[in-house]
């Protein structure tokens, strides 16, 4: 059922604090893929926080002068290898399993006296999309792009990637509910021939930009103006018309086991799942006649 987390509470007191066993357990296998890809893992930092409303896992890993890149890529690679293989519908009691919200690599890069470095941070859904192949290197660099931070001192930490200001699990919630409506919708046909034959890489990832972002202003406008109540910005409409982009490539039954795993995630922090979503669909499905979609269809 769809709308499984609508009326789901948690105390936002005990959900607020990440469980350390589960860290831990995160940790040992993110060093455990380092040490399989052979990273060197003597000076690696691994931390967890929590910012705003994000539960964010940090690496800090060094690279040789010209393999910067080559090991961002890596290391990300490595936590989406950890991030795909724990089961979404791991429910333990009280506990949700640990799945960070965003994912910054911070490589320092040895460059004359002082060390420089290079940070960037991703949605968890990329960095997962990266590694299983769903989206290419060059694809994903570009998605990093907008958050990267880099400087020619010594690495600094009190600079913030805007990645860290958005509600990202929000935002994935809301992407995989509008793929899985859209799924089951003969009104986005073209969106759905377009999303199975193509990958967003370079080279079409302003054309599908676009695409989306139009669609997203003028047939979502009202909706995501009730879900969010106000009209969201360009970069935000961007991050969740991507989401929108792969997840509608899924079969329904995982669109909704997705959807139904990011609903939970985001009541388990004390929040409710947001109404207008479904007083939306509701409408507009009994409107258009289109039937509801399942686990089975």
């Known amino acids: 059922m769809?709308?499984?987390?609508?009326?789901?509470?948690?105390?936002?007191?005990?959900?607020?604090?990440?469980?350390?066993?589960?860290?831990?357990?995160?940790?040992h296998e993110v060093f455990r893929y380092f040490r399989y890809f052979r990273i060197q893992t003597?000076?690696?930092?691994?931390?967890?926080?929590?910012?705003?409303?994000?539960?964010v896992f940090t690496a800090t890993v060094n690279s040789r002068r010209n393999n910067y890149e080559e090991m961002i890529l890596k290391t990300f690679a490595c936590i989406g290898r950890v991030i795909i293989?724990?089961?979404?519908?791991?429910?333990?009691?009280d506990q949700l399993f640990i799945i960070p919200s965003i994912i910054t690599v911070n490589c320092n890069i040895p460059v004359?006296?002082?060390?420089?470095?290079?940070?960037?941070?991703?949605?968890?859904?990329?960095?997962?999309?990266?590694?299983?192949?769903?989206?290419?290197?060059?694809?994903?660099?570009?998605?990093?792009?907008?958050?990267?931070?880099?400087?020619f001192a010594g690495y600094d930490n009190t600079s913030m990637p805007s990645i860290l200001t958005a509600?990202?699990?929000?935002?994935?919630?809301?992407?995989?509910?509008l793929a899985l409506e859209g799924k089951n919708n003969p009104r986005l046909s073209i969106v759905l021939n377009l999303a199975s034959k193509a990958k967003y890489i370079p080279g079409v990832e302003q054309k599908i930009e676009a695409m989306m972002l139009e669609k997203m202003k003028t047939k979502n406008a009202y909706l995501l103006f009730q879900?969010?109540?106000?009209?969201?910005?360009?970069?935000?409409?961007?991050?969740?018309?991507?989401?929108?982009?792969?997840?509608?490539?899924m079969e329904p039954g995982e669109i909704l086991d997705t959807h139904t795993n990011d609903s939970l995630r985001?009541?388990?922090?004390?929040?409710?799942y947001p109404e207008p979503l479904n007083e939306y669909y509701r409408q507009y499905n009994l409107k258009y006649g289109i039937k509801r979609p399942g686990p089975n269809d």
Do not use: C
């Not at 293989?85 to 009691?93: A, E, F, G, I, K």
């Not at 970069?235 to 989401?243: A, D």
């Not at 985001?266 to 409710?272: A, C, I, P, S």
């Open 42 to 55: 003597d000076d690696v930092e691994l931390t967890f926080d929590e910012i705003d409303n994000n539960v």
């Open 266 to 272: 985001y009541v388990w922090k004390g929040r409710k």
């Open 167 to 177: 509600d990202v699990d929000f935002e994935n919630l809301i992407a995989a509910r």
């Open 85 to 93: 293989r724990v089961p979404d519908s791991r429910l333990n009691h």
């Open 2 to 27: 769809i709308t499984l987390a609508a009326y789901l509470f948690a105390d936002p007191a005990y959900t607020r604090k990440i469980n350390f066993q589960q860290e831990r357990e995160f940790k």
């Open 112 to 151: 004359r006296r002082d060390n420089s470095y290079i940070s960037a941070s991703a949605n968890n859904k990329a960095v997962a999309q990266f590694t299983n192949g769903a989206l290419t290197a060059e694809g994903f660099l570009y998605e990093l792009r907008g958050s990267m931070e880099g400087s």
């Open 227 to 249: 879900v969010f109540g106000y009209h969201p910005e360009d970069p935000q409409l961007k991050r969740i018309g991507k989401q929108v982009f792969y997840h509608i490539q």
